[in-house]
C-alpha cells in the first residue's frame, strides 16, 4: 500500500475517532458496557502528550471505545492509578514512548508548553496526526497567547 493511501485511510480513521471523541464527551455518563459496542477492528494506538483534566478524560473515554492508550507525563510512576483502573489497553510512559507509540497524538498541556514539546520533540512528530487540545491563557501562558490571538490558535500550534 502506498504511503498516500495509507495516510488517507489514516485520516479516515482519524476522522471517526474524532467523531466518536465528540459524541462520547457529550455522552460521557453512559454505563460502561455502552463502549464495549466499539469495533475492535478500527482500533488506533493513541499518545497522550499530558493526562491532566483533558487528556485522562478524553484519553479514557479512548481506551473504554476499544483504543490502545500510551498516557505520557514528566513523571509517568505519576499516572499507575490511572492506568491501572484502565486495563491492558492503557499504559504510561515519558512523552516521547507516547509519540513513537501512537498512530496519533492529543497534545492537552498548558499552550506555553508548545514551543517545547515543538523543540524537544520534532522527529516524533513529523508525519504524526496531532490533535490539539490547546487554549493559550493570557494569564497562564504568557507571551504564546498574543501570538496565538493574532494569528490564530491553528496556525500557532502548527508553527510549533
Known amino acids: ?9 489514516d485520516r479516515r480513521r482519524l476522522l471517526r475517532l474524532v467523531a466518536f471523541t465528540a459524541v462520547l464527551l457529550g455522552i460521557g455518563s453512559l454505563p460502561d458496557d455502552a463502549f464495549a ?10 499518545g497522550v502528550i499530558g493526562s491532566g483534566n483533558i487528556g485522562s ?4 473515554l479512548w481506551v473504554k471505545a ?3 492508550v500510551l498516557f505520557s507525563s514528566r513523571n509517568p510512576e505519576n499516572l499507575k492509578q490511572l492506568v491501572d483502573s484502565l486495563g491492558p489497553s492503557a499504559r504510561a510512559g515519558t512523552v516521547r514512548d507516547a509519540l513513537i507509540f501512537g498512530d496519533a ?3 492537552a498541556v498548558p499552550y506555553g508548553a508548545y514551543p517545547q514539546i515543538g523543540k524537544d520533540y520534532a522527529h516524533e512528530l513529523a508525519g504524526k496526526i496531532v490533535l490539539d487540545a490547546g487554549n493559550a491563557v ?3 501562558d ?4 498574543k501570538e496565538a ?3 490564530g490558535i491553528g496556525f500557532t500550534s502548527a508553527k510549533y
Do not use: C
Open 1 to 9: 500500500m502506498t504511503r498516500s493511501k495509507r495516510l488517507n485511510m
Open 37 to 46: 459496542q466499539a469495533s475492535k477492528s478500527s482500533s488506533m494506538r493513541i
Open 57 to 60: 478524560t478524553v484519553g479514557r
Open 66 to 68: 476499544g483504543h490502545q
Open 105 to 107: 497524538a492529543l497534545i
Open 138 to 140: 493570557p494569564s497562564r
Open 142 to 145: 504568557g507571551e504564546i497567547s
Open 149 to 151: 490571538g493574532e494569528l
